[in-house]
Every structure is written in C-alpha cells, then in structure tokens.
C-alpha cells in the first residue's frame, strides 16, 4: 500500500464529506425508559411525526424504547408520542426540533433521554410532564 497523492486526497475528501454529512444531519437518539412501578400495567406508547408513524409499543418496567433519526436541514422535525399507563394517558412532544437534547460523542450526536416515573416524565434528568 502507497500512499499515493490520490489516496491522500481521496481520504480527504470521503472525512470531510463525513464531517459535513454529520454537521448537515445531526443524528438523534429518543430513548423513552420505563420506570414505573412494577404493578402489572403495561406502559403502551405511540410515537409519530408528520412524515412518520413508528407504532404502537409496550415498553417493560427497566426497559426502554429507543429509536434513532437524522434531523432534516431545516430542523423542522417533531416527534410526538401518546403514552398510556391505565387509567392515565398523556401525549406531548418528545422531540421538538432538538430542544433539550444533550449533544454527545466526537460524532454529531444528541441525546434524548426520558424516563417515566410514577410522578411523571423526566428529559435528560429535568422533569418536563405530570402524568
Ligand atoms: C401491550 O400490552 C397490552 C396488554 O397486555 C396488549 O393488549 C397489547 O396488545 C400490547 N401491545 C403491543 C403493541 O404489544
Ligand atoms: C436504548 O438507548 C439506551 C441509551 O439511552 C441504551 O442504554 C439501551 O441499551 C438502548 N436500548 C436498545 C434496545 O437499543
């Protein structure tokens, strides 16, 4: 293997078309942990934006219900989800155009991170909802 004044700059550019992809399109985790007392009533979300429709999904007690996306150009994406934990059910915004999330890693990464409690919703650790 040489190292060849092509390769030199065929490796420039693939990092730095890299580099640009992660900083046009920042990646997205939301992860939804379910932290409810273990009393036998499922924790069933429903989570949707306006391009998607991700499902309906029981999520286990100590368990957690991720999904992962790339945020578009003009940062307009907004996830709502409707959790029901009978006899209660609310529905808000999990991902409004990045708000909140905790940029991680030396990737263009972020963080959603909620956990449902028996008092109501926290993100990134900051209560947010009342059940
Ligand atoms: C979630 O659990 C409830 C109650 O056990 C069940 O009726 C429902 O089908 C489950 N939903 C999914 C998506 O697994
Ligand atoms: C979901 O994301 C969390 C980090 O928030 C991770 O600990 C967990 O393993 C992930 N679960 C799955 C099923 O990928």
Not at 34 to 49: A, E, K, M, R, Y
Not at 70 to 90: D, L, S
Request: glycine share 6%.
């Amino acid at each position: 293997m040489s190292h060849s004044p092509f390769k030199i700059i065929f490796t420039f550019f693939i990092l730095s078309f890299h580099l640009i992809e992660a900083g046009i399109r920042p990646k997205f985790l939301v992860s939804i942990f379910n932290f409810l007392p273990n009393n036998n009533v499922p924790l069933t979300v429903h989570c949707q934006s306006r391009d998607d429709d991700l499902g309906f999904h029981n999520i286990t007690v100590g368990q957690s219900y991720n999904f992962t996306f790339y945020e578009n150009f003009f940062w307009r994406t907004v996830f709502f989800c409707h959790f029901w934990w009978h006899p209660k059910e609310i529905t808000f915004d999990v991902f409004n155009k990045g708000q909140k999330c905790i940029k991680k890693g030396p990737v263009y990464s972020h963080d959603c991170i909620w956990i449902a409690e028996f008092d109501g919703f926290t993100l990134n650790g900051v209560k947010e909802h009342d059940w």
